[in-house]
């Protein structure tokens, strides 16, 4: 098994290893289809959010689907990862695949992963997260981020006349929205790279209820 501790089971008896061992195989399997299950849903979500204005979609999750636009995303994010990779992506832990289905994650550490849960090896999500921040330099990263931040925030100032500026800063300063506003960057900046990614690959299909 990689990409996990080994667990000894010569510590139990051994008439109950061989069941534990079953019990096991069939959480396993449950889990393979909980990915799966997501996935489907994950699309739909996709499919549905293209109906809606641009922040309308966050309350349809949360009145119509009782469910958190966060929530929202990160299934989008997994059936995301599915259109581009397939079937292998069922063979995730669901967190693991909701992860690696974000935009900021690079093609290469998806490639990797997924090398992985091909050849049989179990991986599991806390091996997925800490080969994710690896691949993104770590604390390496960290120690720019305040550099990359101002880089960013002159870019969009850049782009804005003054009246955009002014309406920027009293946003961010006099209402409570700015995290708002930065998960919206963030969605705006990730559909753009999705589509990006789009051109460049031919989508798997998930098996939806026709309309």
């Known amino acids: 098994m990689m990409g996990g501790e080994q667990f000894d089971y010569g510590q139990i008896e051994p008439e109950v290893r061989d069941r534990l061992e079953e019990l096991a195989g069939v959480i396993l399997e449950g889990e393979k289809r909980l990915t799966c299950s997501a996935l489907v849903i994950g699309a739909a979500l996709v499919e549905a959010k293209q109906h809606f204005a641009h922040g309308i979609f966050a309350r349809w999750c949360r009145v119509v689907l009782k469910i958190e636009p966060r929530t929202a995303q990160l299934r989008m994010n997994a059936a995301h990862l599915f259109q581009r990779h397939g079937d292998d992506v069922c063979l995730l832990p669901l967190t693991a695949a909701q992860y690696l289905g974000a935009a900021s994650v690079d093609e290469v550490t998806v490639l990797e992963v997924l090398a992985r849960v091909r050849r049989g090896e179990r991986v599991t999500v806390k091996w997925v997260e800490q080969t994710i921040r690896r691949d993104k330099g770590g604390s390496a990263k ?63 299909m998930l098996s939806l209820p026709a309309p």
Request: proline fraction near 3%.
């Open 142 to 204: 960290m120690e720019t981020d305040e550099a990359q931040s101002a880089q960013i925030a002159a870019m969009i100032t850049a782009t804005l006349d003054l009246r955009g500026c002014r309406l920027l800063h009293a946003f961010l300063e006099e209402r409570p929205s700015a995290r708002q506003f930065m998960a919206d960057l963030a969605d705006r900046a990730a559909t753009k790279i999705r589509t990006s990614r789009g051109a460049r690959v031919t989508p798997a």
